[in-house]
């Protein structure tokens, strides 16, 4: 018997699935013939005749490139073509598919649902490409569903690129929480497990101490906010003052902070229209822009004039806790907390959270860190960005951060080379860095930082970072490979820092299939730096048996380099003058560095000389391959200008 396709063309499309913990059971009825199906829970065997085992072998059929192609397998938000010879009902049983993500193409696309019914005015479409009136189901003829119903196969139309999201309704028995409620009173009110919704609206200076097992949901358009607004003003020699602001929380030193920015270490903010301004240390310094704290007598000054324009002050110290595990949150904009550096403004500090999911949320203009989470916690698809220290920040076991947008934090100034940029992890095992976009951050990109094993990054985009785009220092064995690393460290290339990916004393690291691009006004390529860090707890670290092979290296103009340096103390264990030339050079010598760069490709702007090799500046391969390494490398002035468009790595993520 023949079964012949009849039915327009769709296009492939990807998928997220969000964490799902609970179990569906969902009959799925189909009919005699061609049917548009789809898989509403996840199972153990995807197989499409273990999960319909009276299909037809040799008819399921997705699309690819406007191509039909034959499956053996069934992907969660995905629709498929699947011939039955006799009508029937297939009884599913798994765990929930509670939300979507789905990557959408031009034109047709052909999706589903996950386990539960979702209107169709219900489907998230951040980019708006969504055709209006341009979905359709498939019962034997063409119809336009309301809803998208469990196990069946839909086909949607766009008018570009982008992603939609399918979510389910909250757990039945979650207990919604309006504006003006006192969130932490009731969720101390209720059991370890329960969902609360928080209401679409503001929701001002909440502070919450979750539970175990509690889950967080915000309503489109839900906001955790941790300032007051200002309503009233006075002026006085020139500038305007709030009086009666009384609030002061906790604050460290001013050594975290870059010169000209000592009044980082205080928590409190000033926000005119969501930016934030900088604060000065006394009244004589106040000017457009800036803010000062008068403490001793309760007022905030600042120069610009507030009318017409929102003024907001951090109060509250901290949006969620971390004495809890098994904690979801999702769908929130969690913003303006006053966090002291280092905590963050969702997870705190020590102890960090066990077992977290954040998952779509966006958090921004915290002062401290937006994110800290502890072992076994996911972060993913949120948009974390402008915080005032870091972006998200780590310690513990198998963490996976993926699919997030991390951009222009640190705000204010506090010192990078002690803390501050995009991310900081220390003390983990097992942490996966996957598909972030990471952007504009004042510090590194991506920065693993103290006694990190088994850690992978694949798949970044670390762009326009001010320091290096993946630096992995003092730690161990890391594999950095199918990353975009570009124009990071700028204005920070001195010897080999701001290089788009660094080892700074580390060892056993692999770099591997990574595209990198040095900017025309500066920044260094791959490199590789060892100098005294004596530690007595965990012994001396040294950078060793590194690896770095099969990378294409593009230097868009004069400056920038790629190789090893050394910074060792003459007098130290970490000294050696191994061909007399009074430069430090155990990183490049010593029969225990075993250090290699093999296999590359290097794309000059017409100046080749582009090798450090302890103390030797731009050498040329030729120098650079007469020390052992690339033997197999390649070099040739073949340089193509990428493609700047900006990734978007989730829904809300803008990929800017």
């Given at each position: 018997?023949?079964?012949?396709?009849?039915?327009?063309?769709?296009?492939?499309?990807?998928?997220?699935?969000?964490?799902?913990?609970?179990?569906?059971?969902?009959?799925?009825?189909?009919?005699?013939?061609?049917?548009?199906?789809?898989?509403?829970?996840?199972?153990?065997?995807?197989?499409?005749?273990?999960?319909?085992?009276?299909?037809?072998?040799?008819?399921?059929?997705?699309?690819?490139?406007?191509?039909?192609?034959?499956?053996?397998?069934?992907?969660?938000?995905?629709?498929?073509?699947?011939?039955?010879?006799?009508?029937?009902?297939?009884?599913?049983?798994?765990?929930?598919?509670?939300?979507?993500?789905?990557?959408?193409?031009?034109?047709?696309?052909?999706?589903?649902?996950?386990?539960?019914?979702?209107?169709?005015?219900?489907?998230?479409?951040?980019?708006?490409?969504?055709?209006?009136?341009?979905?359709?189901?498939?019962?034997?003829?063409?119809?336009?569903?309301?809803?998208?119903?469990?196990?069946?196969?839909?086909?949607?139309?766009?008018?570009?690129?982008?992603?939609?999201?399918?979510?389910?309704?909250?757990?039945?028995?979650?207990?919604?929480?309006?504006?003006?409620?006192?969130?932490?009173?009731?969720?101390?009110?209720?059991?370890?497990?329960?969902?609360?919704?928080?209401?679409?609206?503001?929701?001002?200076?909440?502070?919450?101490?979750?539970?175990?097992?509690?889950?967080?949901?915000?309503?489109?358009?839900?906001?955790?906010?941790?300032?007051?607004?200002?309503?009233?003003?006075?002026?006085?020699?020139?500038?305007?003052?709030?009086p009666n602001q009384t609030q002061e929380g906790w604050y460290p030193s001013s050594d975290i902070c870059l010169e000209g920015w000592e009044r980082c270490n205080r928590p409190e903010d000033l926000f005119f229209d969501n930016e934030p301004l900088r604060?000065?240390?006394?009244?004589?310094?106040?000017?457009?822009g800036k803010w000062f704290f008068d403490y001793d007598n309760d007022k905030i000054y600042f120069a610009d004039d507030p009318v017409g324009h929102v003024i907001e002050t951090s109060i509250t110290n901290m949006a969620i806790h971390n004495f809890a595990?098994?904690?979801?949150?999702?769908?929130?904009?969690?913003?303006?907390?006053?966090?002291?550096?280092?905590?963050?403004?969702?997870?705190?500090?020590?102890?960090?959270?066990?077992?977290?999911?954040?998952?779509?949320?966006?958090?921004?203009?915290?002062?401290?860190?937006?994110?800290?989470?502890?072992?076994?916690?996911?972060?993913?698809?949120?948009?974390?960005?402008?915080?005032?220290?870091?972006?998200?920040?780590?310690?513990?076991?198998?963490?996976?951060?993926?699919?997030?947008?991390?951009?222009?934090?640190?705000?204010?100034?506090?010192?990078?080379?002690?803390?501050?940029?995009?991310?900081?992890?220390?003390?983990?095992?097992?942490?996966?860095?996957?598909?972030?976009?990471?952007?504009?951050?004042?510090?590194?990109?991506?920065?693993?930082?103290?006694?990190?094993?088994?850690?992978?990054?694949?798949?970044?985009?670390?762009?326009?970072?001010?320091?290096?785009?993946?630096?992995?220092?003092?730690?161990?064995?890391?594999?950095?490979?199918?990353?975009?690393?570009?124009?990071?460290?700028?204005?920070?290339?001195?010897?080999?820092?701001?290089?788009?990916?660094?080892?700074?004393?580390?060892?056993?690291?692999?770099?591997?299939?990574?595209?990198?691009?040095?900017?025309?006004?500066?920044?260094?390529?791959?490199?590789?730096?060892?100098?005294?860090?004596?530690?007595?707890?965990?012994?001396?670290?040294?950078?060793?048996?590194?690896?770095?092979?099969?990378?294409?290296?593009?230097?868009?103009?004069?400056?920038?380099?790629?190789?090893?340096?050394?910074?060792?103390?003459?007098?130290?264990?970490?000294?050696?003058?191994?061909?007399?030339?009074?430069?430090?050079?155990?990183?490049?010598?010593?029969?225990?560095?075993?250090?290699?760069?093999?296999?590359?490709?290097?794309?000059?702007?017409?100046?080749?000389?582009?090798?450090?090799?302890?103390?030797?500046?731009?050498?040329?391969?030729?120098?650079?391959?007469?020390?052992?390494?690339?033997?197999?490398?390649?070099?040739?002035?073949?340089?193509?200008?990428?493609?700047?468009?900006?990734?978007?790595?989730?829904?809300?993520?803008?990929?800017?």
């Amino acid at each position: 018997m023949k079964y012949i396709l009849f039915l327009p063309l769709v296009l492939f499309l990807s998928y997220t699935m969000a964490d799902n913990r609970d179990e569906c059971e969902i009959s799925v009825s189909y009919q005699g013939g061609w049917n548009l199906i789809s898989l509403p829970v996840e199972v153990e065997d995807n197989n499409y005749q273990s999960v319909f085992p009276n299909s037809v072998p040799g008819t399921l059929y997705s699309f690819t490139d406007n191509v039909y192609s034959w499956e053996t397998e069934i992907n969660y938000g995905q629709g498929y073509w699947l011939f039955f010879n006799l009508e029937g009902t297939e009884v599913l049983t798994g765990e929930c598919v509670s939300s979507l993500t789905i990557s959408m193409n031009e034109g047709w696309n052909m999706i589903s649902a996950g386990s539960y019914s979702v209107d169709i005015s219900d489907i998230g479409d951040p980019g708006g490409i969504i055709i209006e009136n341009a979905v359709f189901g498939f019962d034997g003829n063409y119809f336009t569903p309301t809803t998208l119903e469990p196990g069946w196969g839909y086909w949607l139309r766009t008018n570009s690129t982008g992603f939609m999201t399918i979510g389910s309704e909250p757990p039945e028995g979650a207990i919604e929480i309006f504006p003006g409620d006192d969130i932490n009173s009731i969720v101390d009110n209720n059991p370890e497990g329960t969902t609360f919704i928080i209401k679409s609206g503001i929701h001002r200076m909440q502070e919450i101490w979750p539970k175990n097992g509690n889950t967080f949901w915000g309503e489109s358009g839900a906001i955790l906010n941790g300032s007051k607004e200002l309503t009233e003003f006075e002026q006085e020699g020139g500038l305007y003052y709030a009086p009666n602001q009384t609030q002061e929380g906790w604050y460290p030193s001013s050594d975290i902070c870059l010169e000209g920015w000592e009044r980082c270490n205080r928590p409190e903010d000033l926000f005119f229209d969501n930016e934030p301004l900088r604060h000065v240390t006394s009244l004589e310094d106040v000017a457009t822009g800036k803010w000062f704290f008068d403490y001793d007598n309760d007022k905030i000054y600042f120069a610009d004039d507030p009318v017409g324009h929102v003024i907001e002050t951090s109060i509250t110290n901290m949006a969620i806790h971390n004495f809890a595990a098994d904690v979801t949150i999702k769908n929130l904009l969690i913003e303006k907390y006053a966090v002291a550096i280092p905590a963050g403004a969702v997870g705190c500090c020590e102890p960090e959270p066990v077992n977290w999911l954040l998952e779509n949320n966006e958090i921004r203009l915290n002062h401290g860190a937006g994110v800290v989470v502890g072992p076994e916690s996911i972060v993913t698809q949120n948009y974390i960005h402008h915080n005032g220290h870091l972006g998200i920040a780590g310690i513990g076991n198998n963490i996976l951060v993926e699919a997030n947008e991390i951009s222009y934090n640190n705000y204010t100034h506090a010192d990078f080379g002690i803390e501050g940029g995009g991310t900081k992890f220390s003390n983990t095992d097992g942490i996966e860095i996957i598909g972030n976009y990471s952007h504009h951050n004042l510090g590194p990109g991506l920065w693993t930082d103290y006694e990190n094993y088994n850690v992978v990054y694949d798949g970044n985009w670390v762009w326009w970072n001010y320091q290096m785009g993946i630096s992995h220092e003092v730690s161990h064995n890391v594999i950095i490979r199918n990353n975009d690393v570009r124009y990071n460290g700028i204005n920070d290339d001195a010897w080999l820092w701001g290089s788009q990916i660094l080892i700074h004393v580390s060892d056993e690291a692999e770099i591997y299939d990574n595209t990198v691009y040095i900017h025309a006004e500066g920044g260094n390529g791959i490199g590789i730096i060892n100098y005294n860090r004596a530690d007595s707890i965990n012994g001396d670290w040294y950078s060793k048996d590194n690896t770095v092979h099969d990378n294409e290296i593009t230097y868009l103009g004069m400056h920038g380099a790629s190789g090893i340096g050394d910074g060792g103390e003459e007098g130290t264990d970490y000294y050696m003058d191994y061909n007399n030339d009074s430069l430090p050079d155990w990183g490049c010598y010593s029969e225990s560095a075993n250090n290699l760069f093999d296999y590359n490709i290097y794309h000059h702007n017409g100046i080749p000389e582009k090798f450090e090799f302890c103390g030797w500046s731009y050498l040329s391969l030729e120098q650079f391959q007469f020390e052992g390494h690339e033997i197999h490398g390649t070099m040739d002035s073949n340089v193509i200008v990428p493609d700047d468009t900006p990734p978007q790595v989730c829904p809300i993520c803008p990929g800017i």
